[in-house]
């Protein structure tokens, strides 16, 4: 089982980036995603998630507006398309599968992929 995020980079404060995470070894359609973040020196904090069909979506205030999840099952992939970049949005975002929708606690999720670092200059 594995998931890979990909996407990250060094961008413009401003500009927009997108990042994808491919799954391999398990459906993502039985489960219901979500994205985290983690900068240095702080606690891996909630994004957005959204649910098995991708009806249902939620985001975390600091992101609402400049940030879009979405799902594609047939390609058993996960987008997070964010734009308006701050540089406070740098650091290593993960993708996360698990059973509950929405839950902001990444305890709740079964599997991470790796990261992906994400460095907005100003």
């Known amino acids: 089982v594995q998931l890979q995020a990909s996407g990250g980079g060094l961008v413009q404060a401003g500009g927009p980036l997108r990042l994808s995470c491919a799954a391999s070894?398990?459906?993502?359609?039985?489960?219901?995603m979500g994205w985290f973040r983690q900068a240095p020196g702080k606690e891996r904090e909630f994004v957005a998630a959204?649910?098995?069909?991708?009806?249902?979506?939620t985001y975390a205030d600091s992101v609402k507006g400049r940030f879009t999840i979405s799902r594609d099952n047939a390609k058993n992939t996960v987008y997070l398309q964010m734009a308006s970049l701050k540089p406070e949005d740098t650091a290593v975002y993960y993708c996360a599968a698990g059973n509950q929708y929405g839950s902001r606690w990444y305890k709740e999720y079964h599997y991470w992929g790796q990261g992906t670092l994400v460095t907005v200059s100003s």
């Open positions: 070894g398990l459906a993502l359609s039985s489960y219901a």
């Open positions: 959204i649910s098995w069909g991708g009806s249902r979506t």
